[in-house]
Structures are given as structure tokens and as C-alpha cells.
């Protein structure tokens, strides 16, 4: 079939095996050919002056050829699609919790930028922005985007700087993922870099009624969540500018299954399911306060099965029966994750941060508390 936004495409990266490959046979065949000109030396038909110089002129050239490959493969996978990833959170309120989990998120490696979607209109997040811009270096890692309205498709707005890195992370406020899963995350998806990658699987089930919303899948998912899911930046792209419009208009008006709008047009663009990454540690520290605990969430989540593929006139959803680890895969058996809540991380101390001299190593205390609340709630 046809694309329906420009296709997702995975370019050819020079590595430096490849250099090493290449410089190994250009090589080769360099001195294969100096072999040729000594014999023509010997026969008198060159000078050894003119040998010598070729053989250093065509090795200076090789040399300076590897070195400008390496060069720009190194500005590739630095702060692009192979090296790292935008992290974008939803933020609206809990300032004490996106706060941390901000600074948590921005000293991994693999993450290049926080951007932190802020929808809530009639709060300004003080405490977020005082806590975050005084630390040193990481402070230039976390931005803040204020958005006119309470809307949930701005969580996949695409803001013109994330095209520089392919690999986007879409995140709750609330989750806490560690750094060797969120590193697995991206490897995971670097192999599979149309498809989404995530931690929350939910499914589809289909019966004579209709198409329900399961929030339990024992044996087979369909569906991650935007609690933590991998994706490719041109998809952002889809959802805002190439999606009919009235699936938006759905989402903005219930204020809710954005998540489900996305595997829907995910799975319709690339024809293939979602990976789910088992973590039994992450921690949803939502508590009571998410929108899975509105009344009437189960409901609603059953109608937008039915009223968005409508929408989008796309029923496409894939089941996948696979499990992925860091090492292995495994048959599919269900989800699990440690309940928090935002209190749990009321002892969290902040003022450490403003006030150290060493605002990196500070942020490190930081995460450190995070490991202890997390080993108390598991």
C-alpha cells in the first residue's frame, strides 16, 4: 500500500566497522597497485621518486576519506536518531513529582532534551521552573512548552527542534522508569524504529457487540500507553498535520484516548504491532489523581474503540504474543508495575539543589532518594 505521510525510513549509518572495512580494502588495493609500479620501476619505465609520491599522496587521501566518514558519522549519532532521544512529558500539576522525575529523566545519557508539555492554564509552574533552570548544565536540557489549552494531542505536537532527533519518548508525569530500562527501551526500538516501543501494554477485544478496550491483557497486547512509549518523531508529524482532523476534534472534546488514536494510526501506517518491554519495577506514582480513575474512564475508553477507527477509517490493530527483555524474548503473560502515589514522594528534599555548589552531583542525590522510595514501594 501507500504511505500516508512521508515513510518512515531508516537511514544507512556509517560505522566504524564499515570505515575499518573500507580503509582495509581501499588498501589493499593500494598496494596492489604500488606492487605494479615497483615492477615498472624495475623496468625502467618509472621513477622511484614518482612511486614513492603516489604512494603517499593515495594514503594521505584514504586516511583524510576514513576520518571525514568518521567525523560525520560521529555528528550523526550524537544528538540523533541512533545515539539518543526527546523525552516529552505531560505536565498539568504534582510539581514536586514532575519535578524530579524531570531531573531524572535529563541526566541519562541517552536523553538529549526534556521537554515538558505544561497544560494547565491556571497554574503557573513556579516551583518546576525554579528547581529545574538553577541546575547547572542539566538545567540547558530541560525546556518548558506552555500551551494555550487543557488539550491532550498537544502531547504530540511537533515542536520544529524534535525533527533533529528521530527517536521521541512520550511519558506521564508520574512514571518512573530507571535508566538501564529506559536504555533498553531505545535499543529495543532501534531495531524496530517503525513500530512503537513501550512499557504499558493494553488490548483489543473483539466480539459480537463490538470492539472493547481491555486494560488486562493476560496472553496477547495490542496497545501501549502514553505512560512510556518509544516512537519515531514522524509520527508526531502524522498525528498533527496528516490525521483527519475529527479524530483531534474526538480527543479534545472527551479528553481522553489520545494514546489509542496513536497505536491506531501507528499500527495503520506501518502494518505492525507494538513491542512491549517487560519492567516489573517502573512505578506509576498517579495514585488516585490519574484519569484511569475518573468515573466512567472504562466506558469511555470502550467508545473511543468503536468511535475512533471510524474517525481514522482504520480498524487496524495487531495483536503481538512476545515479551521483550533487555536479553530475551518471552511469551507474553500479562503486565506488572509498583502503585505509588504522589505522596510517596513527599519526602523527596529539593533544597539541596538550589543551594549546592554541585548541582549535578545534587541531582544525583536526587535520583538516589528515587532509588530508595522505589526499593520501600517494591
Not at 523525552?87 to 524531570?102: C, D, K
Not at 466480539?207 to 501501549?224: A, C, L, V
Request: proline share 3%; aromatic share 10%.
Amino acid at each position: 500500500g501507500g504511505c500516508l505521510f512521508p515513510c518512515v525510513t531508516v537511514p544507512f549509518t556509517c560505522t566504524k566497522a564499515h570505515c575499518i572495512h573500507f580503509l582495509l580494502f581501499a588498501l589493499s588495493g593500494h598496494m596492489i597497485d604500488t606492487l605494479r609500479w615497483k615492477q615498472r620501476v624495475v623496468k625502467g619505465k618509472r621513477s622511484s621518486k614518482a612511486v614513492v609520491r603516489k604512494f603517499f599522496t593515495r594514503t594521505l587521501l584514504l586516511c583524510a576519506l576514513c576520518f571525514v566518514s568518521a567525523k560525520i558519522t560521529s555528528e550523526r549519532r550524537v544528538g540523533g536518531v541512533t545515539s539518543s532521544c526527546t523525552m516529552v512529558l505531560n505536565g498539568f500539576s504534582r510539581e514536586h513529582v514532575l519535578t524530579a522525575l524531570a531531573l531524572h529523566y535529563s541526566a541519562m545519557e541517552v536523553v538529549n532534551k526534556v521537554r515538558v508539555v505544561w497544560g494547565n492554564t491556571k497554574q503557573h509552574p513556579e516551583f518546576f521552573l525554579s528547581h529545574t533552570k538553577s541546575v547547572l548544565r542539566l538545567g540547558d536540557k530541560i525546556e518548558v512548552i506552555m500551551t494555550p489549552t487543557d488539550d491532550l494531542n498537544d502531547r504530540f505536537l511537533p515542536i520544529a527542534p524534535l525533527r533533529e532527533s528521530r527517536c521521541v519518548i512520550i511519558a506521564d508525569d508520574d512514571i518512573y522508569v530507571d535508566e538501564r530500562t529506559v536504555n533498553a527501551a531505545h535499543a529495543l526500538w532501534m531495531k524496530h524504529q517503525t513500530q512503537i516501543v513501550g512499557l504499558f501494554p493494553r488490548a483489543h477485544t473483539v466480539t459480537s457487540q463490538g470492539t472493547f478496550y481491555n486494560s488486562n491483557p493476560k496472553y496477547r497486547y495490542s496497545i501501549i500507553l502514553t505512560k512510556f512509549m518509544v516512537l519515531d518523531s514522524a509520527y508526531l508529524d502524522a498525528y498533527s498535520n496528516q490525521m483527519p482532523a475529527s479524530v483531534r476534534d474526538y480527543v479534545r472534546e472527551k479528553g481522553n484516548c489520545e494514546d489509542i488514536a496513536m497505536n491506531y494510526l501507528v499500527t495503520s501506517l506501518s502494518n505492525k504491532s507494538p513491542i512491549y518491554i517487560r519492567d516489573s519495577t517502573k512505578i506509576d506514582f498517579g495514585g488516585k489523581t490519574g484519569i484511569y480513575n475518573r468515573p466512567g474512564h472504562v466506558n469511555a475508553r470502550d467508545e473511543c474503540m468503536r468511535q475512533i477507527p471510524e474517525l481514522l477509517d482504520s480498524q487496524l490493530l495487531i495483536y503481538n504474543d512476545v515479551a521483550f527483555t533487555a536479553n530475551a524474548e518471552e511469551r507474553f503473560m500479562g503486565d506488572s508495575f509498583v502503585h505509588g502515589t504522589e505522596f510517596d514522594l513527599k519526602e523527596l528534599d529539593f533544597s539541596h539543589i538550589q543551594d549546592s555548589a554541585d548541582s549535578i552531583q545534587a541531582v544525583e542525590r536526587l535520583r538516589h532518594q528515587l532509588v530508595t522510595i522505589r526499593s520501600k514501594l517494591l
